[in-house]
């Protein structure tokens, strides 16, 4: 029978070590259900983003680092057998899952591993059986598929052997802090158990006899909470911890393949315990799955409900932690600010902390989702938003001088007012904020979006379908969302500056978006390309210019690679095309951001957008703003699974070539 391979991969950045090793074992699962020999391979980036885990030095697969090959054959292996002519295999014998399979995989598959309800599974009863079912499936895939290497398992029984004696009966704890609540999952389930929760089933351990207490936390508040009360008897190995709301494998840094041996052993050596006291965490769930036999309590599970949970929890440290109140049956019991359609004539002015700190794209759209929100709510009141200069990614820095540009009344602030609530900065898949409103002094509010977190996910029927959350009338419809975004879009106005260094005869002209730099990526999402589609792109977007010239148009193009950008003028020019690209003088050039203000708005006043692109809110803002027509080429996905999709209702006028 002929060897098949599939290559199991990661696409979903900002997930924790264990969400790895789950990617993994349910690409295993897949694979082997149907016939396939997985290979792990987790390379340097993880689909949106950095592989937090992964270390150059260490290798260019981060799997290699802890485990053993899945199936026997390393990702390494299996390159060589496919580039040796006298091995029968060939490329067409492997493959791998593309994003849309891969998320429904992970999030609605029943044979895959969950090992807490997210996804599909939010909806269903969650109780102690639930759990022991997906235990009894993750048992049979830990042991078939995962295998510590040598010097881990070595490491490990040292550490062991340095922490307890051979008659400790030792409580294992994990309890997390820093992002937990981030992640999808119902609420009482995601929120964060303080130590004050595990002290009375821990004194109760003790007086059966249990000598040690070893304590796996993220939270360095939290492991002096267990010394100071437990001194002696609580013990932990030194990991990588935060005294926030930022968990440690965020953090930039070379630490990849330390963080990745931190949390590994800790899990480790909770599965060793005699019993485990944990929260709802992929961590401790691990620890049941590498030792079918620990018992134990899961907190989150235990108190559903309780209202004993409702206590808040606040790092006091330089950052404060997100609180959240939880109600019975973990309902929120957020404080909002009563809000009418008509505005609220008692309020002096609407304050906006824009979290999304990344392209111009991103930023104008999520500003204009704000604006679209305050205005439906509070009328006319004046608006003051915080354009933050800050970063999102690691390696990727945007900034903008606030003053080559003017937003629907909007005053530009520095800082946030007196009393504002510090939103976090970093991107997320899931992350959400718990208020919509918050009352500020002198009869000023704050407004917030609920999915801030998330470059350029508010779009007007997000917007709509979250009506209740902001406090709007129930009544208020779709249509109306999108007529008051498009209004803030298009009231969006260059300065005069910019204004003046725009081309003189831009108008009329079909313009050209080529982005590239990090869209291009190994395994990328919706929002990104590999070479291949971008070549696939590149050829159909040259047919179409090509076809605009013999049409007798003249075209505008501007890219983030000013090299490519070049090459492909000429290449346009040597076909006879009449092609222009943006000229920004000395003072413009000296403004922050200027240059790409400049190309953005001529690109609104293009008779129409084309992406030379997968995707872009850079050329897709401009389009909406200037009402124009958007042409997209990335014909290898239908409008339902392209990330475009979510703005077709602003986009009457777009079109899939």
Not at 147 to 175: M, N, Q, W, Y
Not at 629 to 637: A, M, Q
């Amino acid at each position: 029978m002929e060897e098949r391979f599939l290559i199991a991969r990661i696409n979903h950045s900002h997930a924790g070590f264990f969400a790895y090793v789950t990617f993994a074992l349910n690409q295993a699962c897949y694979a082997w259900e149907n016939g396939f020999r997985p290979v792990v391979h987790f390379g340097p980036r993880s689909g949106n983003g950095k592989n937090a885990f992964y270390s150059e030095k260490h290798g260019s697969n981060m799997w290699d680092y802890y485990f053993e090959p899945v199936d026997g054959i390393t990702f390494e292996q299996l390159m060589e057998r496919i580039t040796d002519p006298q091995d029968s295999l060939t490329r067409d014998n492997v493959g791998m899952l593309n994003n849309a399979s891969l998320w429904a995989l992970h999030n609605k598959r029943r044979q895959s591993i969950f090992s807490y309800p997210y996804g599909d599974r939010r909806g269903e009863k969650i109780d102690e059986a639930w759990y022991r079912h997906e235990r009894e499936k993750a048992n049979k895939l830990v042991e078939k598929g995962l295998c510590l290497k040598p010097h881990i398992a070595e490491h490990l029984a040292r550490t062991r052997k340095e922490l307890f004696a051979s008659t400790d009966k030792v409580i294992g704890v994990h309890i997390r802090g820093t992002d937990k609540g981030s992640a999808e999952g119902p609420n009482d389930l995601m929120r964060i158990v303080p130590p004050s929760e595990y002290y009375p089933h821990i004194d109760a351990l003790l007086d059966k006899g249990y000598t040690k207490i070893f304590v796996a936390t993220d939270q360095t508040q939290f492991l002096n909470d267990f010394k100071a009360r437990y001194a002696s008897r609580a013990c932990s190995i030194d990991v990588l911890r935060g005294d926030s709301d930022v968990n440690p494998f965020e953090v930039d840094d070379d630490k990849g393949y330390q963080k990745g041996l931190e949390v590994l052993l800790d899990c480790l050596l909770l599965s060793g315990t005699d019993y485990l006291l944990k929260c709802t965490s992929a961590v401790g769930e691990f620890a049941h799955y590498l030792n079918p036999a620990l018992e134990g309590i899961d907190l989150n599970l235990a108190n559903r409900g309780s209202p004993e949970a409702w206590e808040e929890v606040e790092i006091k440290r330089s950052k404060v932690m997100s609180r959240v109140k939880e109600g019975p049956g973990g309902q929120k019991r957020s404080v909002r600010i009563p809000l009418s359609t008509s505005g609220r004539d008692n309020t002096g002015y609407c304050f906006h902390d824009l979290q999304c700190a990344t392209g111009l794209g991103d930023r104008l759209l999520d500003s204009w989702a704000a604006i679209s929100l305050m205005r439906l709510a509070m009328g006319n009141t004046p608006i003051k938003l915080n354009w933050e200069d800050g970063r999102q990614f690691p390696g990727f820095k945007a900034v903008y001088d606030t003053s080559l540009f003017s937003l629907q009344d909007v005053e530009f602030v520095d800082a946030p007012p007196a009393g504002a609530l510090s939103l976090p900065r970093g991107f997320s898949m899931t992350e959400k904020n718990e208020k919509s409103w918050h009352k500020l002094e002198d009869k000023n509010a704050q407004f917030i979006l609920q999915t801030g977190a998330k470059f350029a996910q508010n779009p007007p029927p997000t917007l709509h379908a979250q009506r209740n959350w902001y406090g709007l009338n129930e009544m208020i419809s779709e249509t109306q969302f999108v007529n008051a975004f498009i209004d803030a879009a298009t009231a969006t106005k260059p300065s005069p500056l910019v204004e003046t260094a725009l081309p003189t005869d831009i108008e009329g002209r079909f313009g050209i978006h080529i982005r590239l730099q990090d869209k291009l990526t190994d395994y990328p999402p919706p929002w990104e390309m590999d070479e291949i589609q971008f070549r696939h792109i590149e050829t159909r977007l040259i047919k179409h210019a090509t076809q605009l010239i013999e049409d007798g148009k003249k075209l505008f193009v501007c890219s983030d690679d000013s090299e490519y950008m070049a090459e492909f003028i000429a290449l346009l020019q040597d076909s006879g095309g009449d092609v222009i690209t943006s000229s920004p003088d000395a003072t413009l050039v000296e403004k922050v951001g200027g240059h790409a203000v400049l190309d953005y708005f001529a690109l609104s006043r293009c008779k129409a957008v084309i992406q030379g692109t997968r995707f872009s809110t850079f050329s897709l803002a401009a389009s909406l703003m200037g009402r124009r027509t958007l042409v997209n080429l990335d014909r290898g996905h239908s409008l339902r699974l392209s990330a475009i999709n979510n703005w077709r209702s602003t986009h009457p006028s777009l079109k899939f070539l």
